[in-house]
């Protein structure tokens, strides 16, 4: 079966700064990959997602996300945060073929200062 | 845009009591989900539907039960709602796990369940 890590519990970034959540799986084979984000009081939205070719994945919102098979990661980046990026951040990956069933990582929940 | 809609977004309920959470999606999705989510913990799959009256455990599946009597309709069900049941309640829908689908989730706004 599947896992997700994401390291980091908590991080604060200053508006404007650039901000990187790490995510790292365990899979046997490529899987598929996403980034979910939620806004406190909401479910989640789909930032973006990796299903095969290029590794570095564009996302909504500004945010992008490189998938490196070496290192079991998928990284969610973005180069200058603002200060409605605070919110909760979901890495999560599906195994291909069988249920496609997804595992979600325990979060990383981003504060934005002023 | 898919929507997928939890009736219920704030409920208090007491020790005991039966409890229905409700979700509609309106895209034809063959696949609907319950999760659940706690602090620290991440969302944690409780029951999943691949179908209409089809229904799978997930990896908590204790002390609740689902029904799927139709496509668009997934309800969650605790049968005598306990204090460790408080949580945030998580729906999600897609299409058909198949390949080419990549199985990207929807999910619901979640419905907050408090239980005193």
């Known amino acids: 079966a599947q896992s997700v890590t994401q390291p980091d519990i908590h991080i604060t970034v200053s508006e404007g700064a650039s901000l990187e959540l790490r995510c790292n799986y365990s899979y046997g084979a490529t899987p598929y990959l996403f980034w979910y984000v939620q806004s406190p009081g909401q479910g989640l939205q789909l930032l973006l997602k990796?299903?095969?070719?290029?590794?570095l994945v564009q996302g909504i919102k500004g945010f992008e996300a490189e998938f490196k098979r070496s290192q079991s990661s998928f990284n969610l980046r973005k180069p200058s945060v603002h200060w409605s990026d605070a919110a909760e951040y979901f890495c999560?990956?599906?195994?291909?073929?069988?249920?496609?069933?997804?595992?979600f990582g325990a979060g990383t929940t981003v504060t934005v200062r002023a | 845009d898919v929507k997928v809609t939890q009736s219920s977004r704030y409920l208090v309920k007491r020790t005991g009591e039966k409890v229905f959470l409700e979700c509609v999606q309106d895209m034809d999705h063959e696949n609907m989900f319950w999760y659940r989510q706690d602090p620290g913990l991440g969302l944690r799959l409780i029951y999943f539907s691949y179908d209409v009256k089809m229904k799978e455990k997930g990896d908590i599946p204790e002390g609740y039960s689902v029904s799927r009597e139709k496509k668009e309709r997934f309800s969650l069900i605790l049968e005598s709602a306990s204090t460790n049941q408080t949580s945030m309640y998580l729906c999600?829908?897609?299409?058909?796990?198949?390949?080419?689908?990549?199985?990207?989730?929807?999910f619901g706004e979640g419905s907050r369940l408090t239980v005193l």
């Open positions: 999560a990956v599906g195994a291909r073929g069988g249920d496609y069933k997804l595992s």
């Open positions: 999600a829908s897609r299409l058909r796990a198949q390949l080419g689908n990549t199985g990207e989730l929807f």
């Open positions: 990796y299903f095969s070719g290029d590794t």
